[in-house]
């Protein structure tokens, strides 16, 4: 078993960045692959980016955040990252940091065995 914390979230102007971590303690951080979800009320939860196990890679992205947000881990810190960049109102939401032993899980069933409990985005325009 994992338990992730989200921590970073808060309020920022239209084009503005934020970075939120997910510290990770448990069972071995390195064993899962990780990813970043999002949801606001009324709305399905929303598959942001996930990245693989070893290193920087593989990486897999949302077209809605390719090219403005970064995901990265730091196994050594056991800790995830997701670097979010010229933000807009319409990534206000809840974000929530999860943890799968198999990929496809997070990137094609947009699910996951373990989460977060979420952390709070919210952009103003």
């Known amino acids: 078993q994992v338990q992730l914390v989200e921590s970073g979230g808060g309020l920022v102007q239209s084009g503005g960045s934020l970075r939120l971590s997910c510290a990770a303690s448990?069972?071995?951080?390195?064993?899962?692959?990780m990813g970043w979800f999002r949801q606001t009320p009324g709305k399905e939860r929303e598959f942001v980016a996930a990245?693989?196990?070893?290193?920087?890679?593989?990486?897999y992205y949302a077209d809605s955040v390719k090219g403005r947000f970064t995901i990265s881990r730091d196994n050594a810190e056991n800790t995830l990252y997701l670097e979010m960049g010229s933000l807009n109102p319409e990534d206000s939401a809840v974000y929530y940091c999860?943890?799968?032993?198999?990929?496809?899980?997070?990137?094609?069933?947009?699910?996951?065995?373990?989460w977060g409990q979420g952390t709070q985005v919210t952009v103003s325009s």
């Open positions: 990245i693989g196990r070893i290193g920087q890679g593989p990486t």
């Open positions: 448990g069972r071995t951080f390195s064993s899962y692959n």
């Open positions: 999860a943890a799968d032993s198999v990929m496809t899980t997070i990137t094609l069933r947009h699910d996951a065995t373990y």
